[in-house]
């Protein structure tokens, strides 16, 4: 069993921040890539920033120069650092894990989802 358990989300101004955390745990042997997606009222989720686990990233346009990603891999977590927010990154948050179990299984995870509003 695998569990990834977001935080962070909320209500924030527009231009302020946020910060999303995701912790992985159970029964993992090791984790690939990491992300986080998001998904607006009546849009389809999309990815917003994934990592490897040798730290290369990847953002949405959307969100370059705004948002961070990075992990800590002895923790197993992800994170989000979200800064100048706008009223269009209002969505929910999921977190993303390709893990390779103990039982040598892999596949991607979720986690489930984190609200994050931000009011104009």
């Known amino acids: 069993q695998v569990q990834l358990v977001e935080s962070g989300g909320g209500l924030v101004q527009a231009g302020g921040s946020l910060r999303l955390s995701c912790a992985a745990s159970?029964?993992?042997?090791?984790?690939?890539?990491m992300g986080w997606y998001r998904q607006a009222p009546g849009k389809q989720r999309e990815l917003v920033a994934a990592i490897t686990s040798g730290g290369s990233t990847n953002y949405a346009d959307s969100v370059k120069g705004r948002f961070t990603i990075s992990r800590d891999n002895a923790k197993n977590t992800v994170y989000l650092q979200m800064n100048s927010l706008k009223p269009e990154d209002t969505a929910v948050y999921y977190c993303?894990?390709?893990?390779?179990?103990?039982?040598?299984?892999?596949?991607?995870?979720w986690g489930q989802g984190t609200q994050v509003t931000v009011s104009s």
């Open positions: 159970g029964s993992i042997f090791s984790i690939n890539a």
């Open positions: 993303n894990a390709n893990i390779r179990r103990l039982s040598g299984r892999t596949g991607d995870n």
